[in-house]
């Protein structure tokens, strides 16, 4: 295929779903399942905002079963997750096994619905629809951890209180699209930690920073902070430059920005209230910093 034909497949609808291991007796629920490039997921509704579960469909298996109701059904496992979803007819069977055997070699979230000049052009949109969808923080969660997703919590929780419900909301969608962008750039190995290694220095600078701050008040430096963090930015926006959209670098930067400025870092490190945020921030950076860095003390 070349670079002027790369297919955009997305088939979504609410079908009978179940994560019962073969062989065991499946009980389906109301699932809304959505097949976008090399990627399935499933969440309880088409409106909840996160998903229950993925699978990326370039190492997945796909198998025929069928119900206790007679019913076809298609089983997609991998190595951490499988789901089987009961088909209501022959012609759904066809459509969903096709849509699934059809992306399973895409890149995920290619985004594109029609032919295009350039791969590269395409690849700049990475994501936008699988981080805003539903998947985005079950991504996180695969490639990042749990503590990563409460860690976006507490965020916008501060944020909340800080600036206003729409604000929260606007700072966790930027930041886990942000997320999700450079974790699928990983997988479909446009990005490699190759090319990451050399934001690790800034990123562990940044990280004691705030570290430093949650354990210690006196050493909460509102300038420090801040220059670790834009130092980070313009490291980072030179590594993924050529993969992001102009307005996606834009959010990027707007939301970096906003998160280091010293009227927010003021609030959750210096006011009294901000007491448990920071306690719960302090357990996570800690527990994760010792994670990434067994053999470095902080």
């Known amino acids: 295929m070349s670079d002027e034909e790369i297919e955009y497949i997305s088939i979504g609808a609410t079908l009978d779903a179940s994560k019962k291991a073969k062989g065991k007796s499946s009980v389906f629920h109301k699932k809304y399942v959505l097949v976008e490039n090399g990627i399935i997921f499933w969440k309880r509704k088409e409106k909840s905002e996160s998903a229950e579960g993925l699978i990326f469909l370039k190492n997945a298996e796909f198998e025929e079963d069928a119900t206790k109701k007679g019913l076809r059904s298609i089983r997609v496992i991998d190595d951490n997750n499988q789901i089987e979803i009961a088909m209501p007819d022959d012609e759904t069977f066809d459509k969903w096994m096709n849509a699934l055997q059809n992306s399973k070699d895409l890149d995920v979230e290619t985004h594109v619905k029609r032919k295009q000049g350039k791969k590269m ?18 991504i996180i969660k695969e490639f990042l951890g749990a503590e990563v997703i409460q860690l976006i919590a507490i965020v916008k929780r501060v944020i909340k209180k800080k600036d206003g419900k729409a604000k929260a909301k606007e700072a966790e969608s930027n930041i886990i699209k942000i997320g999700v962008k450079v974790i699928l750039l990983i997988h479909n190995k446009d990005l490699t930690m190759r090319d990451i290694k050399p934001t690790l220095d800034r990123i562990k600078k940044l990280w004691s920073d705030l570290l430093d701050a949650c354990e210690m008040s006196f050493c909460y430096d509102v300038e420090k902070i801040q220059e670790s963090a834009l130092y980070l930015l313009g490291e980072f926006k030179g590594i993924i430059q050529n993969f992001v959209s102009d307005e996606n670098m834009e959010i990027l ?36 910093w010792d994670r990434a860095f067994p053999d470095q003390q902080h």
């Not at 052009?121 to 079950?138: F, I, Q």
């Not at 939301?255 to 448990?276: A, N």
């Open 121 to 138: 052009r395409m690849k700049k949109n990475l994501g936008g629809k699988v981080a805003t969808s539903g998947a985005g923080k079950s």
């Open 253 to 288: 930067e707007e939301t970096i920005t906003y998160i280091s400025d010293e009227p927010l870092l003021d609030f959750f490190y210096l006011e009294d209230e901000q007491e448990v945020d920071r306690a719960d921030i302090q357990v996570i950076l800690r527990d994760l």
